[in-house]
């Protein structure tokens, strides 16, 4: 049987086919009694802690939504009006949070691998939001849940993920999760200096197959899903390459309107000028959909976690 | 009969008179009810999305405290610490929040007519809390509120709107709020380069009879209320104009005892140097109340396009 | 009998030694019940107002989880995407908010002695979450409650406070809380420009032995506590003070092994470089435990505050 109760959720590495095949059912399940119901009491006298020491939109607001309709509290910490200022680290931050039992602990944190370190000494389960360039794994789950909303299987897909494969977390966790299923090619879409890193393919090796390519012309048309994500300006080493990647690549209804088949477009959000406004319109955007699949599989994820 | 159900609440202009009455009216049962209980529980299991894009500090915690105290919950964006850093648009932000599914979402933006603009695109009831130099509708509402509290009245009124008129939006809401009832004179009273807009005398033309004048002392006798404004300093063209106008009018206390009559005086807060502390102590100061009357209206409102 | 219903909490010396012995019990009580039940009801229906116009971590979030775990709600106000950047004054602010009618305020200022000021213009009960360099009641609390569960008693106690004794607002509060017991001994040790305040001393005057000292390694050995805490950057008169005071106390385990009786060491937190990591493995170690037995005893506040 199944069981996350207490676990950490650090690495896309770390699940079964089964768990994540058993939380997408727990994602359909609260689906239709949240649509119904809008609170429910799963959570009710449990407390979750929001730390998140890098900016975030969808994964802090989507945790807060997922355990408040749970029935859930959460307790953020604001890292802007925070004693950060004052020189503490974000370890002591954490011990001092812990200290408070939160029944579960949501982080996002700059350096990659922070939250494989931190847990050991962290008595409440931690829920990885984002470590860096590392890994995003809840990210992944809700990408999984909309490929199979959309397509009806995880085995034997197709898949173009597309973009800043080398500073991005996502690519590293899709891949990951993906190659818990049979049958899985990847094709990694990026110009040379943004193409997915070697600790990635290592990673997945044997596998998946999977092959690199520069122009995502060649193979859009094989494709199941185009995965595409936004340049991670903010991780750069160097400011100038922002400025000569911009643009090296980018979707919109007109490039899409040449090919006889067009794949899926995901996108983890937010997106700036690689995938253009023009591209809403069309039914193969699933992208907002995917954002609202991610309230329902960490509502999932949480409950699953916390054992209720 | 009455109903506001699942209404966007996007200009004063929209409202009539009889939902302006309704609300006044709900407003004062729930009054008595949060006065008796604290807590009440007709938005229970709702969720309102907060959503303000500028700084806001009056209409932000008193939506939050209006929602509350109807049993509601509240999930705030955080613009501080969010993606919008990553280059996100705030309609990317607005439909995602919206894909969170929220019972209504509170919005405030620095673009005029935004909330017109973005309400067609997003399903769950939008409230402004303000869309830059344009509308403050849920300000008017608690603004004739005030004035119904203290005056008894909103039929047959004269009244002064003093200040910033040209760049601030809590004087067009509010003549348009005034302009739905019988026999109101408005004064606008304000140097020249922050006289009322022509946008907005257009839209009261013929139902109200109004004055432009530069001199609050020429009218100050007449009026049954002096509503005074801030300067927009973060909405000037040219911040060269905040200094050359700052100070160009002022209520205190000395001036007010030169004359006879002194009108109710409000004020939508926060204020600068505009209304001096020496006011506050006199039986004519009101805009604390006005603050407070805030809550009480905002629940109505919620309530009312909650339908609950 | 002891009780602090209605009352603001704005200096230590304010409380009696009953007062501070029941809220001691009450803390005991609370922490049992809350580690069973997590979430309990004696605030259900009352909402607390987080006003913190300097930036916290750990009061600031321990007040959260503590009126949560009462079963209250809090309604923050969140300076950073306030109107406060419109040019408001902090007095405009406390009194909106008072207008909402919370049950209780949590205000945190910059301005020495500003609570006192503005409480009596305040219906809600004011706790004091700590005014510039004067004071903060609460953290003394926790103090004297670790101090407690650690050590068995209050009376005969030998305390080293450490360190910025003069900018910090805690030695102050610890101080005068602990003269409200018996055979009270405090080393006050720092180097000479961060020494006690005068103004402490007068306050303490006759109540406890005192003694002003440099070096730590003096003392060490006749301490049951030594209290570290950090050098106040952000209060310092001139910064390069700061880089001149820089590393001038300092606790690690290596210099803590030298002493054949070692006390326990407690520290407000955040700390810097006055206290290495390198003691957090010590069993002496007690400020983690400290900032937990921060919610419990910042909980029996709120309740004895609220009468509930």
């Known amino acids: 049987m199944v069981s996350l109760k207490g676990k950490d959720i650090i690495s896309a590495l770390d699940f079964t086919r089964e768990e994540v095949e058993h939380l997408i ?11 119904e119901k809008g609170i429910l009491d799963y959570a009710k006298g449990k407390i979750m802690a929001t730390v998140f020491l890098e900016p975030s939109t969808r994964t802090k607001l989507s945790f807060q939504y997922a355990m408040v309709r749970l029935g859930g509290t959460v ?87 597309m973009g800043d494969l080398k500073y991005g977390r996502t690519p590293s966790s899709l891949s990951y999760l993906l190659s818990k299923f049979k049958n899985i090619t990847i094709y990694y879409i990026a110009p ?66 040449k090919f006889k088949k067009i794949p899926i477009i995901m996108h983890p959000l937010p997106r700036t000028w690689e995938l253009d406004p023009s591209v809403d319109s069309l039914p193969q955007a699933k992208y907002f959909q995917q954002a609202q699949n991610g309230m329902y599989m960490r509502a999932a994820l949480i409950k699953e976690v916390l054992g209720v």
């Open 25 to 35: 059912r727990v994602a359909e399940q609260l689906r239709k009694e949240i649509d």
């Open 192 to 257: 040379e200096p943004l193409q997915i890193r070697e600790d990635v393919i290592k990673n997945i090796e044997g596998k998946v197959t999977y092959y690199k390519v520069n122009d995502v012309s060649q193979v859009i048309e094989k494709l199941d899903v185009l995965y595409v994500t936004r340049l991670q300006k903010e991780r750069l080493p160097d400011p100038s390459l922002y400025e000569k990647l911009k643009g090296s690549y980018k979707i919109d209804k007109e490039f899409l309107s």
């Open 75 to 161: 307790i953020d910490f604001d890292v802007s009006t925070s004693s950060l200022a004052k020189g503490e680290t974000d370890v002591d931050t954490l011990r001092i949070i812990d200290g408070y039992n939160p029944d579960v602990i949501v982080l996002r944190q700059k350096k990659p691998f922070f939250p494989r370190e931190i847990a050991p000494i962290i008595k409440a389960p931690i829920i990885s939001g984002g470590d860096g360039w590392n890994e995003h794994p809840t990210q992944a789950l809700l990408d999984v849940y909309t490929i199979w909303r959309e397509l009806g299987r995880l085995d034997d897909l197709t898949v173009g993920i």
